[in-house]
């Protein structure tokens, strides 16, 4: 079969099991961009790889907005499992037409315990998302796709097969309007004059995921909620709602019942261990 026949192939199979996004990174951009070691690219956990597919998909706006609640905390967990079952049927279909594959699951930490031990993954989704020219990076340190700004979870799968590289996406999406950094409520994110990526205290991040892992509301995701990028926005038709998100921690400190925030309350609130 020609290789841009199989290409399609291999996306179509994608699509059909269940990924939103799809893209191909060749291994050597992670070498010309030199900017993961060489340790945690794809040649290094496993010397066949030539190609990483990356899919990502999305994470229903409505429900990002409560964080942090159970329902969000649900909903994590269901597009992880999902994006694991999809890497793993990709792997086995790479696996049927003869090529070798393997993949990196979607987090690929044990604990937050090991996270602050070893703080990071053996492999990084983001970076691998954005050599796949499925996004780039935002202020906030996550990928900004068009289509879910960055409301989008990811897994990669390693292939031995070369396939045609997607083009990286030159133009930067993120605007740097700053609401990631001014609603991070552990101001874990610092704007930098001389570049688009702010600052990013990682420690203060894991002590938020740390609290709310207490609580059974993870993950925080503040920064995916309030973020103005993405196609997705315009199913929901939310007109004045970034001015929403910034007044929100100082509205509910006001008044906990505000009316404007009671349905992201309510669900907050019920089933949660420690009620908000
Ligand atoms: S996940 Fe939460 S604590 Fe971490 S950077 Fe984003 S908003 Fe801040
Ligand atoms: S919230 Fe604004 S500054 Fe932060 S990543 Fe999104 S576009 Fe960039």
Redesign the pocket.
């Known amino acids: 079969m020609e290789i841009q026949d199989l290409s399609q192939n291999i996306k179509g199979f994608c699509r059909e099991a269940g990924a939103d996004l799809v893209g191909f990174a060749p291994v050597e951009r992670w070498v010309t961009e030199g900017i993961v070691p060489d340790e945690f690219r794809p040649q290094s956990i496993w010397e066949h790889t030539r190609t990483v597919i990356v899919m990502g998909m999305g994470m229903p706006l409505p429900i990002v907005e409560s964080t942090p609640s159970v329902l969000h905390m649900e909903l994590y967990k269901t597009v992880n499992i999902k994006l694991d079952g999809l890497a793993y049927d990709t792997t086995r279909y790479l696996n049927r037409l003869g090529h070798g594959a393997t993949f990196f699951s979607r987090d690929g930490y044990n604990s937050l315990k090991a996270f602050r031990k070893w703080p990071g993954a053996p492999f990084g989704h983001v970076m691998a998302a954005k050599y796949a020219g499925l996004g780039n990076i935002g202020l ?1 340190h996550c990928l900004l796709t068009p289509e879910f700004g960055p409301r989008v979870r990811l897994v990669s799968v390693f292939t031995a097969l070369a396939l045609p590289p997607d083009p990286l996406m030159e133009k930067d999406l993120c605007i740097k309007c700053e609401a ?1 950094a001014k ?4 101001d ?2 610092r704007v930098r004059d001389d570049c688009l990526i702010g600052d ?1 205290n990682k420690p ?2 894991l002590e ?1 995921a740390e609290e709310l892992t207490k609580s059974r509301t993870y ?5 995916t909620k309030v973020c103005p990028i993405g196609q997705d926005r315009k199913l929901y038709k939310q007109p004045g709602i970034v001015k929403k998100y910034l007044r929100e921690k100082e509205a509910l400190a006001a008044d906990p019942q505000d009316p404007a925030y009671s349905s992201w309350q309510h669900l907050r609130r019920y089933g949660a261990r420690e009620p908000r």
């Not at 609603?183 to 552990?186: D, I, L, M, R, Y």
């Open positions: 906030s990631c609603c991070c409520p552990k874990a994110l990013y203060a991040c938020m993950p925080c995701g503040i920064c």
